[in-house]
């Protein structure tokens, strides 16, 4: 370790904020200073170390693991909503919640705020989604928010805000952003949980810490106590998620809150030339700073930041395409591998040109953040069904449960319950065993009702004590057997190849499922380290927050066409970054106060400067002289941000003829193995 890194690691007895540049080693330091903390004699189960998603959570572990072995375990590394959900299972009492609450996805989320605003359209019931999660975000409750409404449709949306409030009560159900409210809620208003925590954690470690918003900021202040045991990892460089409520006032508040706060600058990059390093440099600059700072790296000056002037997208996707190829040939056995090659882009919708381009060049390829494992149809209804037996008032796993597959129980049958369970403050599980339906409903829909509510318990029991891999596999397979669900896939889709692939996502999930009851995998969501085997209901209560299964696959050799936003911590030696067109990077800029602008595009700089640090050896920015605009092709303008990169004679523009020489040699070399292929086959 560098000095820098030396010296935030051993600051131990008070508050630190470590300011890590991009490539500068921040895990390195984070699982270097839990074991110094376990060194000096702290329990491992007294650290807890937390960041943004699971991924990073996971690698964090594994390098723990390797640093300081077995004891690794104890230590608590987790995202901040897997330490909601620890806080919540363990002292949610003392809010009327259930050990065994349910934790709504945006889908139950959507539909819920649809019913409450009146069978509004999902569009529109998304949109609210965005606000509430604000509202939430800096704290505010329904009743909050309708206090500072500053307009006749936020005054509606905070009434709207209130009804979901209660749903979400009566359902004994969170939504993501409750995982940090409630927790807060909890440690603010209960002294004597309060207290358990902050004498539980000995020192709390936050990655990411720029990315955190205004309720995550107050829940770590009640985690840590007045002691402030707290090291933030963060880079106000990097903050671009202001959109979802990240602040960098959080950064401003630190040494206000904890005046003998230590500050450390990590600036020597391990990622990227000091070509690519330079033009970072200039480009985050013009931004004003909390704490200046310049990376620097001693990879030495490596190949010139390059400028590639398109006509259009297309022609801009297939010269990308050429430049991957050229590197890809002209450079030894060195880069032989797709997965060191990068496209990233402002916005998704900018990915179709480049997908197009790849597959007619045979190219492999994946979008990155594409759809979630969790988000198929097939596996959110499973995971509907699993929900319910963990939490019968769960009304949204309910009405999916039911209906998947359909058991000749009609929506008018459901409308008819629903209504009974309202009128009676039910929920719809509770509201099925009530001897009064019959007085709602004809006999043969509450004996279907009926019925199906027997299952259920009959299923809970069940899972209750299936404890092991062996054992669950064997409830899943006899489960799905017994609601005919292969069936009611192919009975779902026109062709039987689609119906196998969906098949095929239920025998993976039942496979990930058991693994997870046999304790073979690491707990991703941090909610238990132990590898001892669980039962079947004890895991179903962490699906929730789990990362997707591809995430968790082995590497992929393909190229990666990413949004920068999704591209924030990853690293790939060579990067095209493009669009870097006025409008799209920075993203457009026409409407709102000044000072409001000229937030906005300190965000969209530190957004180019994230895709900038991505690089590691060599580095590409692209633009069009010409964008479609709807049915349109407007003319376009260079990207502000490519004149503050300050390239100037270290600029070098693809020359096509170097492209078509480099692909040349290429099939020349093919040609020639093929040739001695097929001597020697004959």
């Known amino acids: 370790m560098n000095l820098a890194q030396m010296e935030a690691v051993h600051h131990i007895h008070g508050p630190c904020l470590v300011l890590a540049g991009a490539g500068s080693g921040k895990t390195r330091v984070i699982t270097h200073k839990i074991a110094r903390l376990i060194e000096t004699g702290m329990a491992p189960e007294q650290i807890a170390a937390i960041t943004f998603t699971n991924k990073a959570a996971a690698e964090m572990r594994e390098r723990a693991k390797g640093l300081i072995g077995r004891r690794a375990k104890g230590v608590l590394i987790c995202t901040f909503h897997a330490l909601g959900v620890r806080m919540l299972r363990q002292d949610g009492a003392a809010l009327g919640l259930k050990p065994q609450f349910s934790i709504l996805d945006s889908d139950d989320v959507t539909s819920l705020l649809k019913d409450c605003g009146g069978g509004t359209d999902a569009a529109t019931a998304r949109q609210w989604q965005w606000t509430i999660s604000l509202w939430k975000n800096q704290g505010l409750n329904a009743e909050q928010a ?171 996707a297939e010269r990308v395409v050429a430049r991957i190829q050229s590197l890809r040939a002209g450079d030894g056995q060195r880069h032989r591998e797709w997965k060191d090659f990068a496209v990233l882009y402002r916005a998704n919708h900018q990915a179709k040109p480049f997908e197009k381009a790849l597959r007619k060049a045979q190219i492999p390829y994946k979008v990155s953040g594409g759809q979630s494992f969790f988000d198929r149809a097939e596996v959110k209804d499973l995971c509907a069904w699993l929900r319910l037996l963990a939490n019968n008032d769960d009304d949204p796993a309910f009405l999916r449960a039911i209906t998947s597959p359909k058991r000749g129980i009609g929506h008018t049958t459901l409308a008819g319950l629903g209504s009974f369970a309202s009128s009676y403050k039910l929920s719809l599980f509770e509201a099925l065993h009530s001897h009064s339906l019959a007085s709602m409903l004809p006999g043969k829909a509450v004996a279907s009702l009926q019925e199906f509510g027997r299952y259920v318990n009959d299923l809970e029991y069940r899972a209750r004590h299936t404890v092991g891999a062996e054992a669950a596999q064997a409830f899943l397979t006899e489960w799905l057997k017994d609601i005919g669900y292969e069936q009611h896939l192919y009975d779902g889709e026109d062709s039987e190849q689609a119906a196998a692939a969906r098949w095929s996502n239920v025998m993976d999930f039942c496979e990930w499922m058991a693994q997870r009851c046999g304790g073979q995998v690491d707990d991703e969501a941090g909610l238990s380290l132990a590898r001892e085997s669980k039962t079947l209901l004890e895991v179903v209560q962490t699906i929730a927050l789990l990362s997707t299964i591809s995430e968790r696959e082995g590497e992929q050799n393909v190229v990666t066409l990413s949004t920068l936003h999704a591209a924030k911590g990853l690293e790939w030696p060579h990067v095209v970054l493009v669009g870097c067109i006025e409008g799209l990077l920075p993203f457009k800029m026409e409407e709102g106060e000044a000072e409001d602008l000229a937030l906005r595009l300190q965000e969209e700089r530190r957004l180019m400067y994230v895709g900038i640090t991505r690089a590691q050896r060599t580095l590409a920015v692209s633009w069009t002289r010409r964008r479609k605009k709807g049915r349109d092709t407007v003319a376009a303008t260079l990207s502000r941000f490519i004149g503050e990169m300050a390239l100037d004679q270290k600029t070098v523009k693809e020359d096509p003829r170097e492209k078509l020489r480099a692909l040349r040699e290429e099939f020349a070399k093919r040609a020639a193995l093929n040739n001695a292929a097929a001597k020697a086959a004959g």
Not at 204 to 216: I, P
């Open 146 to 316: 309708q206090a500072q409404a500053a307009t006749p449709e936020d005054v509606s949306l905070a009434r709207i805000m209130a009804r979901y409030e209660e749903r979400l009560s009566a359902y004994q159900a969170v939504d993501f952003d409750d995982l940090i409210g409630l927790p807060l809620k909890l440690l603010r208003d209960h002294a004597e949980v309060r207290e358990r925590w902050q004498q539980g954690l000995g020192h709390v470690l936050v990655d990411e810490y720029q990315d955190t918003n205004a309720t995550q900021y107050e829940l770590l202040k009640l985690l840590v106590g007045p002691r402030g045991r707290l090291t933030a990892v963060g880079d106000d460089d990097q903050s671009i998620y202001g959109w979802r409520g990240a602040t960098l006032d959080n950064l401003k508040k630190l040494p206000q809150d904890y005046p003998q706060l230590k500050v450390i600058k990590l600036e020597q990059n391990y990622r990227s030339t000091s070509a690519i390093l330079r033009a970072a440099n200039n480009v985050i600059g013009p931004n004003p700073k909390l704490y200046p700072k310049t990376l620097f790296s001693e990879l030495g000056e490596g190949e010139p930041v390059r400028v590639m002037d398109c006509d259009n997208e297309e022609h801009e």
